[in-house]
């Protein structure tokens, strides 16, 4: 049974409110940025129409987002949390895969776009779905 001291304020609960703060708003923000730059948004309609057989993994909502039924995307990207901008990143922006290949965890040394986007995906995948909302001060530290 829980009780108001299971809640208490802990560094362990700093370190994930902390961590996930960083992961879903400047890192996404990054993102972001990165699809800005390898696709201006008034490009946007255009690119994701020829590439549309490259996204067959978007669930309902990020296609309704995206390749809405009448018109076209008209927004600015900040309506795209890190799932929907990894897919367009890896699918669509001609990005090269870092050494371990998309969706693998890069070595720690490898510092190309690729790699950086993937530990983005990872670490922010491992403090969302994670069961607890603890996080020690060395796997702050790792993230």
Known sequence: ???ATSYASTPETTNANRAGRILLDPCTDQLRDVLRQRVPPA???YVITRNRSNLPRLTQPQRDLILPRSGQYSGDYSDMDV???YLLLRNVCNIPPHNN???NLPDMQDSS????ID???GNRNRIVHSSTSLLS???FNEV
């Not at 776009?113 to 950086?116: K, N, Q, W």
């Open 43 to 45: 490009n946007f309609h």
């Open 113 to 116: 776009l690729s790699a950086s």
């Open 101 to 103: 290949g998309w969706g």
């Open 137 to 139: 001060q060395t796997d």
């Open 1 to 3: 049974m829980a009780t």
């Open 83 to 85: 799932s929907l901008l």
């Open 119 to 121: 530990r983005i995906r």
